[in-house]
């Protein structure tokens, strides 16, 4: 069983350098400026900006394939709608497939423009551990405190929920071979069947999982954690000059977009 | 269930600023719980999608501790999951609609006050029900965005999305009761869910 969680590839690249807030802001900027305008030519700017990101990130090209495999078949979807059901005039037609100049220029710039979002996300996810990017979301969410939302425990869960992920895991598999020794088979039968065979596996797996947190209230007290007080950090996030040309060059990207 | 029931389980722990560690401890872990039996794979539905059981921690939490802890559980693992692998995201308001807000609404089960079987079900429909309503508006997005000539989006956002919410609430339903029974036993300091 796979313990290690997230699509973090660790390396030492200018791109995994860069502050994470930086990186959050930055894709969650281009990936909503890339759906503003629908033209190749601005597509196309934005795909130039996620290669030239992609060769600075030193991520290997395998690792963007595997974020690219589950929309393969929505690609191919694309592509069939239009050829079935595209309006306009046929260039080529067999039976009830009309394959129109205007549909397959649409199907083109959907999946090119999904390929475009896909990278832009994946870029974040690689270069990024989950931890720094929970550490960013925290900062990020700092003004909510303003209206009442408590930005810093909500990171502090998710930091635990992550460090704990791993051991849930070995613990769940774990269990399921106990379960197992004493005659219990998870792989039979239809869905409600094979869901009823693993009440013996969830039931101590919530048990102890419940007590576990029960235990970790008690450390976090023990180490004098209070709720809504602000706390200091071991290594906090610190804005280099690197971070704000990161965020320039995304600006400078989509008014070139823009313009184009 | 009475509406002023329903007014106090609205209430109950309303305000994250005043939760105790405990709270915060129990609703990290049930989010990793989450993510966990989100890898795992109960069943593989013909149409190629997958039911797990990554809804049980969160109505667990919600149904246990109430709305609002059940919306904040829901809200951050849906966010998790947009890091985690098999991400599905082809647009960016899809990814909010899919993720946070969706399992967010899980939370709604916290509303309805769990007494038994009948109650219990409820439950699970309601927070279901709201689920099913960010995937629906999501659907109907992905429909007219890469298949903008075909006729009754809607229905086929809510054909595709009952096809993998019915199964998957109905299997989570299956296994909600005992863990419910046995948390109760196992921690009875705690808020007792069950009676």
């Known amino acids: ?260 | 269930m009475s509406l002023l029931g329903l007014s106090n389980r609205l209430r109950d722990h309303a305000d994250p600023r005043h939760w105790g560690v405990s709270l915060i401890a129990e609703l990290a872990v049930a989010i990793g719980l989450a993510a966990a039996l989100g890898q795992l794979r109960v069943f593989t539905m013909p149409q190629g999608g997958s039911v797990s059981l990554e809804m049980l921690p969160i109505l667990i939490v919600a149904i246990r501790r109430g709305v609002v802890p059940g919306v904040v559980a829901g809200g951050l693992y849906g966010l998790l999951q947009l890091v985690l692998p098999g991400a599905f995201i082809f647009h960016w308001a899809q990814a909010a609609l899919d993720y946070p807000l969706a399992y967010a609404a899980l939370g709604a089960a916290g509303a309805v006050g769990v007494r038994g079987w009948k109650t219990l079900v409820g439950a699970v429909a309601v927070g279901s029900a709201a689920r099913l309503v960010f995937h629906f508006l999501s659907g109907l997005l992905f429909f007219t965005t890469y298949a903008p000539s075909w006729e009754w989006p809607w229905l086929y956002a809510l054909t595709y999305n009952l096809l993998f919410l019915v199964p998957e609430a109905a299997i989570t339903g299956v296994v909600l009761w005992p863990i419910l029974k046995a948390l109760d036993v196992a921690l009875p300091g705690a808020v007792r869910a069950t009676r």
């Open chain 1, 1 to 260: 069983m796979r313990t290690s969680i997230g699509q973090y590839y660790p390396a030492n690249s200018p791109l995994h350098r860069v502050d994470p807030r930086a990186k959050f802001v930055a894709v969650v900027v281009l990936a909503v400026a890339l759906f503003t305008r629908d033209s190749f030519a601005a597509l196309s700017i934005y795909g130039a900006a996620a290669l030239v990101a992609f060769v600075v990130s030193r991520v290997p090209p395998l690792w963007f394939w595997r974020g690219l495999k589950p929309i393969l078949w929505l690609v191919v979807l694309t592509f069939v709608a239009q050829a079935l059901l595209a309006r306009g005039e046929a260039f080529y037609s067999l039976g009830p497939i009309h394959l129109t100049k205007r549909g397959i220029e649409l199907a083109t710039y959907l999946s090119l423009r999904l390929v475009v979002l896909v990278l832009f996300g994946s870029l974040l996810t690689l270069t990024t551990s989950p931890i720094s990017l929970t550490d960013a979301l925290a900062w990020l969410g700092r003004p909510l405190r303003r209206l009442r939302v408590p930005s810093d425990e909500l990171a502090l869960m998710v930091t635990i929920a992550l460090r704990f992920i791993p051991t849930l895991l070995v613990e769940i598999e774990k269990i399921m071979r106990a379960q197992r020794a004493r005659g219990a088979e998870f792989a039979r039968g239809g869905p409600l069947r094979r869901a009823r065979a693993l009440v013996p596996v969830l039931v101590p797996l919530f048990v102890v999982s419940f007590r576990r947190a029960d235990d970790l209230a008690l450390a976090m007290e023990a180490r004098c954690y209070q709720p809504g007080i602000r706390r200091t950090r071991l290594h906090p996030l610190v804005a280099r000059p690197s971070d704000f040309v990161v965020l320039g060059a995304v600006v400078a990207t989509i008014v070139a977009a823009s313009l184009v």
